[in-house]
């Protein structure tokens, strides 16, 4: 159980191989350990830090296309 679900086969799909008809007894399989709580802690993180890359990127993009658009129409 808890290896399905370590490598990517989400939650519903593993209760239905396993033959799990509640939740319960599926969480009681799917046990959770510090490692676990370690590798969710650094994925949040490194989603949030591609996010605020991301939209920093795009503003700093527009700002110099902007900044490249007036320069040329003083120029003419």
Same mark, same amino acid.
């Given at each position: 159980?808890?290896?399905?679900?370590?490598?990517?086969?989400?939650?519903?799909?593993?209760?239905?191989? !396993? %033959?799990?008809?509640?939740?319960?007894?599926?969480?009681?399989?799917? #046990?959770?350990?510090?490692?676990?709580?370690?590798?969710?802690?650094? @994925? /949040?993180?490194?989603?949030?830090?591609? /996010?605020? %890359?991301? @939209?920093? %990127?795009? #503003?700093? !993009? #527009?700002?110099? @296309?902007?900044?490249?658009?007036?320069?040329?129409?003083?120029? @003419?």
């Amino acid at each position: 159980m808890r290896n399905l679900v370590r490598s990517g086969v989400p939650e519903r799909v593993a209760m239905m191989l !396993s %033959g799990h008809k509640t939740r319960s007894v599926f969480d009681r399989y799917n #046990i959770v350990n510090d490692e676990d709580l370690k590798m969710a802690m650094l @994925k /949040q993180e490194e989603y949030l830090r591609s /996010q605020m %890359g991301t @939209k920093t %990127g795009t #503003i700093h !993009s #527009i700002d110099e @296309k902007a900044k490249k658009e007036q320069s040329s129409n003083k120029l @003419k």
